[in-house]
């Protein structure tokens, strides 16, 4: 549940106004204490009142000696700089109070004449409108035109943008050169075939020397009968080869 708010104003009644004043002494000591401990600065609180013989100070009266006599050391200019009275103070929460009035009355108008302006749209009639709400109604269809034609200027740069951009990258595209060939493994069949001429190299004197022994030629040369078949050696009657071909069935 939100405060009320409490009219400033003298109050009339005594009793009130004591414990008022009882309450709002102790509220106020305790903010000056506050502040001086958190903000770390010098503050003083000198208190008159008709209910008690002595003024109430904080936080003690040395300590408001030394504060007004640093106050007082100051240039008369500087003292006066930030100096308000009970006068004063009214007069700036006064015209304070009339910026925020002025500020809401525009603030309900220009709502009050958008609301007549979509309501004209709809075919509501303007004739029991005054000159003053019909300049008011002009100038509230100016300002959303205007902001209509700020937001289409914007969208259409934006997409200039976007378009331009896009372009680019499709010429950056064109110009780029081509991208090289895929090599398929022809460096890696290269390498390889390399390695095998290098083991073949090796290996192709001893295997020379194999086709020279006659066990080997008897194995290689086909035998031949007198009925003019030929027979492989180690093969089946029906001449079943004994290496398969993986090229052809």
């Not at 100070?57 to 007004?68: A, D, E, L, M």
């Not at 295997?207 to 194995?219: A, H, R, S, T, Y």
């Amino acid at each position: 549940m939100t405060r009320k708010k409490v009219k400033l104003c003298y109050i009339v009644n005594d009793s009130a106004r004591k414990a008022t004043f009882k309450k709002r002494k102790k509220g106020l000591l305790k903010k000056v204490s506050e502040l001086s401990t958190l903000c770390g600065i010098d503050a003083c609180a000198i208190v008159y009142s008709p209910y008690d013989n002595q003024p109430e100070v904080w936080p003690s009266h040395h300590g408001v000696q030394r504060i007004v006599s640093q106050f007082k050391r100051m240039p008369e200019m500087e003292q006066s700089k930030k100096m308000v009275n009970q006068d004063s103070f009214l007069r700036q929460r006064i015209v304070k109070s009339n910026d925020q009035l002025k500020k809401q009355m525009k603030d309900n108008r220009e709502k009050e004449m958008t609301e007549l302006m979509f309501q004209t749209l709809v075919g509501r009639s303007l004739h029991p409108f005054n000159i003053m709400d019909l300049n008011d109604l002009v100038w509230t269809i100016d300002q959303y035109l205007k902001d209509i034609r700020k937001f289409q200027s914007d969208t259409n740069n934006r997409m200039s943008l976007a378009a331009g951009s896009s372009s680019s990258s499709s010429a950056a595209a064109l110009l780029a050169p081509p991208p090289p060939p895929p090599d398929h493994g022809v460096m890696k069949n290269v390498g390889e075939n390399s390695q095998a001429a290098a083991a073949g190299n090796s290996t192709s004197g001893g295997f020379e020397q194999m086709e020279k022994q006659p066990w080997f030629m008897d194995l290689m040369s086909p035998q031949v009968n007198f009925g003019g078949d030929i027979m492989l050696p180690f093969g089946d009657t029906c001449h079943t080869p004994l290496w398969s071909n993986k090229f052809l069935p």
